[in-house]
């Protein structure tokens, strides 16, 4: 079975400040792992995904993620936040096993402040 | 690339009625995925299809809902005989075939509303 965790609901930061949102995943296959964006009345957007090749992913707007394997976390950083990057953000998970579809588990999600 | 679009984009309902909604996903993607999003949460698995095979089905898509992609291309999701609890967005979500890596790309959702 997979899950992810995203260790705080919200996470509020001023503009021009680096950001930190927290993830761990725990999976019994090689995972692949996403964020995913949430802007109010939007669809979800991915930001990045990880899939076995860099440990280090870049993604949209800034934003990358690094896979550690040791502390099975996948946290997302920014170095310098914009007020756009207001948002909800999600952790997901695939184990993406043949047959598994490509199934997501998604986090309960970040809610990222941005302020002046 | 359009996307992929849902419709309708919201439903206001009574409790006790039917309801369709209805899935385009971006034209070459063979899978399609519907998810459930309630208030301060996740989104969660509710299906998915294979061209016009369905997979897989969540423990949460109880026998009032069901499932459709007659031609492997739209798909639809029905609810029947409405409940309260029922109230969420429904998210549609397609992919190609690429093994595991390959990311889902989500419509804009059809929020329910069951009164």
């Known amino acids: 079975a997979q899950s992810v965790t995203q260790l705080d609901s919200h996470v509020s930061v001023s503009e021009g400040t680096p950001v930190l949102l927290r993830c761990n995943y725990s999976?019994?296959?090689?995972?692949?792992l996403f964020w995913y964006v949430q802007h109010p009345n939007k669809g979800l957007q991915l930001l990045l995904k990880?899939?076995?090749?860099?440990?280090l992913v870049k993604g949209i707007n800034g934003f990358e993620a690094e896979f550690k394997k040791s502390e099975t976390s996948f946290h997302l950083t920014k170095p310098s936040a914009h007020m756009s990057d207001a948002a909800e953000y999600f952790c997901?998970?695939?184990?993406?096993?043949?047959?598994?579809?490509?199934?997501?588990?998604f986090g309960t999600g970040t809610q990222l402040k941005v302020e002046l | 690339d359009t996307g992929v679009s849902q419709d309708p984009r919201h439903k206001i309902t009574k409790r006790g009625q039917n309801v369709t909604f209805r899935c385009d996903p971006i034209?070459?993607?063979?899978?399609l995925y519907w998810y459930r999003q309630t208030l301060g949460q996740g989104p969660e698995f509710l299906t998915y299809?294979?061209?016009?095979?369905?997979?897989?089905k969540s423990r949460l898509l109880s026998d009032r809902f069901s499932a459709e992609r007659p031609k492997g291309s739209f798909s639809t999701l029905e609810i029947q005989r409405t409940e309260q609890g029922d109230s969420a967005m429904y998210l549609c979500a397609s992919s190609a075939i690429q093994g595991g890596g390959s990311p889902l790309h989500f419509g804009n959702g059809t929020r329910l509303t069951v009164t």
């Open positions: 999976s019994s296959y090689s995972p692949s």
């Open positions: 299809f294979q061209n016009e095979a369905q997979l897989e």
């Open positions: 034209s070459e993607h063979n899978r």
């Open positions: 990880y899939t076995s090749a860099a440990t």
């Open positions: 997901v998970v695939s184990e993406g096993y043949t047959g598994g579809g490509n199934k997501l588990t």
